[in-house]
């Protein structure tokens, strides 16, 4: 059976929509979904690029869809497996540095292995090689592609991922993200699916199957229960046994038998004690339970040991800061075998492992080569995911869609004429082939005159990162000397002010966070902030000096503050109002100013480098009156008055390396929200955050709201189909929206106990009864669908055949997509969240138009994990299931009935 065949009957196990529907795996050329279907049309025949043929005359093809238990593939394995020396082997197991790639390993010349040629990351090819073309598409969150509930978009977004690694001549991808959103403060949420493990699973693994039928190995990372990035590199994440297996080990067993993937990436935490690229889970929870046959890799920097690591599971490290080669594996690794610490028989497995997936996916039968492609096919693509995972929140007496040009209308927001909004970390994309900005999209819908354009605040960046209040903005700044707004800044590579500085530039505001997330190519700042201030900014030693001036946009009573880590000092027309030494926090004082006066403004800033990951934090910061507009806010409140309609498009800052400080939107732009709906009523807010955020403060101003997470390099076209109807919003929310940081757990150092358990997102909401802004797989649409003659089929009662069918109609005007979800409630005799997403079906309806959906249950949605007897048990009994538009919105249709 080919690839496809057996994709589609993995899915139906865990998803079963009805066959009336378009199966979820199958190879689709053009359509609606694209990318044209296939990327390199391998399938078809199409001699114009390079195809799955081996190049080599004398070369045979092991490809097979069953590689991970072929035994033509273990033939050849095994041949290999004769010719390695030890030395070899433990190279195959040991990473290298390498400029060229994210992550790499050694050829061995002399048996024809290739090199492996690793490129981040979940939401795009991340190109290192500088020595070519490093555009590659900038995909939305993959936060975006969960909210379309869609198993076949996912499919294709792999193949891109697939397509675009080979053609860059990468032969790994390291994606997809199946970690659980434990909560929304997590900064690497929008690299993930969202906070239900059965949606995490089915879309990790279609992305999986679409990366792999390229010569590409696709790595499912990150097991175990990496969750957070306070402390990432120490935390101790104590989970309890059945939260682990139901919640966090679910998604990557749904992986494992759907996707298959060749490599799985260990994370850099702690799980209950053990590191967990040192943890006997890799062994007994990966490869034993779950029957993964590739291999194990590290993250950068995650292996902390030799002897415990290898013994325990990892099969690669990959290296860290320590230098060229590797720290704990390679020379380490061969004395620790011929020391009988760690046994040949486990070496031979490692190399087995690594070996086995590079014969079966193909890597040796044709290696990557630099080829062009079609990027504007690409780019289509990623505008029509972003577009299906907008969320259409609130759309009071239906101002959505808009009539083109039927009206003026002001776009306010600090990124909205740029393509800033993406995460950072190593998942962010060096250069995007195309950028398409939301200012510029509704100018093409609605007429260039017809638009305005006001910031209203400041540029997002790396410092919206610190806690505290929002930093002075540039618009009531002045910098020494000079004109404009912001402030004159100066910079040493020394904590001291030691010689000439190092860097003097004008900035809008104090308002820095050097570390992890300044690397070059990490950081997603806003091209208004500037962030290219040397090596030395990054994780050395700093001081800096700050000067200007600040002139009070009204009279009244302000605070003036500093958030900073290290010794720093604010003077305010030569008196020093606050001085900060230490650990990070905040400190201010309350100054009574007149509107119109200008005072003279000097910050002074000096810290040692935290660690290797974290240098210098500064923010001068400010507190005052609602009532209190910054003149660029004021700017941006009046153009939206003048105009017939408000579009505020708002943003935050995520990234791999530290978690967000809070759940709302920095830089004042809640206060921008309200006072814009405050002068005019038809006010449209669109979220760009990776994972959720607040409403709570703002929302009920808003006449409509779309969350678009991070919608990529052709956002703008996205947001702008949505906004006048060209795509109706079909998305769905793969995370509950909290009403405030109170309702999700609060990452800390040190140890992070799981004390939720099973509870994790809607389910503790449910279970607790705490009402959320919107539950999770809430969505609305411009037109209604209805769900009818629901009814539940038991199949041979033992719970591996129960299946749900219902007739959706489109009742509205026009076209549009619903995802009709069923949910299982409490298991019989077993303390269970009152409910759990047990299948879901994404169902496209011409106005007018039923269709007759069938959904299975999985045998797991039915059962709960024993922890005395260590494996999943079905109870008898009935089990209530609802039929429903989310967590919330759903009713009983019948019972599951296990007898």
């Given amino acids: 059976m080919n690839r496809v065949g057996i994709w589609t009957a993995g899915l139906v196990v865990a998803v079963a929509a009805a066959a009336t529907l378009a199966p979820a795996g199958a190879t689709a050329v053009g359509g609606e979904d694209g990318p044209g279907g296939d990327q390199r049309s391998r399938f078809s025949g199409d001699r114009s690029q390079p195809q799955w043929v081996a190049q080599r005359p004398d070369a045979r093809s092991y490809r097979t869809d069953n590689w991970d238990t072929s035994s033509r593939v273990e033939r050849r394995v095994d041949e290999l497996m004769a010719q390695l020396t030890t030395q070899e082997k433990a190279d195959l197991a040991t990473g290298e540095l390498n400029n060229n790639y994210g992550f790499f390993n050694n050829a061995i010349a002399r048996l024809d292995i290739p ?269 029509r995911v972003a577009a299906r995972g907008i969320v259409l929140l609130k759309n009071n007496r239906s101002l959505l869609p808009l009539r083109a040009r039927s009206g003026s209308i002001a776009v306010i927001g600090p990124d909205a004429d740029n393509t800033s909004a993406q995460g950072g970390g190593s998942s962010q994309i060096s250069v995007p082939t195309a950028a398409v900005d939301t200012v510029s999209a509704i100018r093409a819908r609605a007429g260039a005159g017809n638009v305005t354009y006001s910031p209203g605040t400041d540029g997002i960046s790396e410092g919206d990162l610190l806690p505290g209040p929002a930093p002075v903005p540039s618009s009531v700044l002045t910098p020494e000397g000079g004109s404009g707004t912001g402030l ?264 992070e106990r799981y004390d939720e358990g099973v509870y994790v997102g809607y389910r503790g909401f449910l279970a607790d009864r705490v009402q959320p802004s919107y539950p999770f797989g809430y969505g609305l649409s411009y037109t209604t669908f209805r769900l009818s003659r629901a009814q539940v089929l038991n199949g041979s009662g033992n719970g591996d055949n129960v299946r749900v069918r219902f007739r959706v109609t489109n009742t509205g005007n026009r076209a549009g997509a619903m995802v009709p979800q069923v949910y299982v409630g409490e298991l019989p005799g077993v303390d269970s969240p009152p409910r759990q997403l047990a299948g879901y079906a994404r169902v496209q309806l011409a106005r007018g138009a039923s269709r007759t959906i069938t959904v299975k249950i999985p045998t797991e949605s039915l059962s709960y994990w024993d922890t005395d007897a260590d494996r999943w048990e079905t109870p008898e009994g009935n089990t209530a299931v609802y039929l429903g538009r989310s967590s919330a919105a759903n009713r009983q249709i019948g019972q599951a009935t296990v007898r």
């Fill in 488 to 751: 004159s800044a100066s910079y040493w590579g020394n904590a001291t002010y030691a010689g000439d500085p190092h860097l003097v530039q004008e900035e809008p505001n104090a308002n820095v966070d050097f570390g992890f997330q300044n690397f070059p190519g990490f950081n997603a700042a806003s091209p208004k902030i500037p962030t290219v201030r040397g090596d030395f900014a990054l994780l050395g030693d700093l001081s800096a000096r700050w000067r200007g001036t600040l002139t009070a946009p009204a009279t009244g009573w302000y605070t003036l503050g500093l958030t900073a880590r290290g010794d720093a000092t604010l003077a305010v027309d030569g008196a020093k109002i606050v001085t900060h030494s230490g650990a990070l926090s905040s400190a201010g004082r309350r100054l009574f100013l007149q509107s119109g006066t200008v005072h003279q403004v000097a910050i002074d800033y000096a810290a040692p480098a935290l660690n290797s990951y974290q240098g210098a934090q500064v923010r001068f910061w400010w507190q005052h009156p609602e009532s209190v507009l910054s003149p660029a806010m004021r700017a941006a409140v009046d153009a939206a008055a003048a105009a017939d309609t408000a579009v505020v498009v708002v943003r935050d800052y995520e990234t791999e390396g530290v978690d967000r400080p809070d759940l709302g939107l920095p830089k004042e732009q809640e206060q921008l929200i309200r006072q814009v709906a405050a002068v005019n009523p038809r006010t449209v807010v669109v979220i760009m955050t990776g994972a959720t955020t607040t409403v709570r403060t703002w929302g009920g101003s808003a006449r409509a709201i779309l969350q678009a997470w991070y919608p990529g390099q052709e956002q703008g076209n996205a947001v702008a189909n949505v906004l006048f109807g060209r795509t109706n919003p079909s998305g769905r929310l793969p995370a509950t929206v909290p009403r405030s940081e109170r309702q999700v757990p609060i990452p800390n150092e040190g140890t």
């Fill in 115 to 383: 090199a492996s040629t690793m490129a981040d990351g979940p939401v795009g090819v991340r190109v290192a090689n500088p020595n070519i073309d490093k555009s590659s598409t900038q995909l939305p969150s993959a936060s975006a592609l969960a909210a379309s509930f869609g198993n076949g978009m996912a499919r294709r977004w792999g193949r891109l991922l697939g397509q675009e690694a080979f053609d860059t001549g990468h032969n790994f991808q390291l994606a997809p993200s199946a970690d659980i959103a434990r909560t929304p403060l997590w900064g690497r949420a929008f690299e993930g699916f969202g906070e239900d493990p059965l949606l995490v699973g089915n879309l990790s693994a279609a992305v999986v199957a679409g990366i792999q039928d390229h010569p590409v190995v696709a790595t499912a990372k990150h097991p175990f229960a990496y969750n957070q990035e306070t402390d990432r590199f120490n935390v101790n994440a104590v989970v309890g046994e059945r939260a682990l297996q139901e919640i966090y080990l679910r998604p990557f067993d749904i992986v494992q038998r759907d996707g298959r993937p060749g490599a799985m990436m260990c994370s850099f935490n702690k799980l209950n004690g053990t590191y967990a690229c040192e943890n006997d889970a890799m062994t007994t929870l990966l490869k034993e339970q779950l029957g993964f046959r590739g291999f194990i890799m590290s993250d950068y920097n995650a292996t902390p040991s030799t002897v415990q690591a290898a013994n325990a599971g990892l099969d690669q490290e990959q290296p860290g800061d320590q230098g060229l080669g590797s720290a704990n594996f390679g020379e380490r690794l061969v004395a620790a075998v011929a020391a009988g610490d760690v046994s040949m028989s486990r070496l031979d497995d490692m190399a087995r492992r690594i070996l086995r997936p590079m014969v079966g996916l193909g890597l040796f039968d044709e290696r990557p080569v630099v080829t062009a492609w079609d990027k504007a096919r690409n780019s289509r693509f990623a505008r």
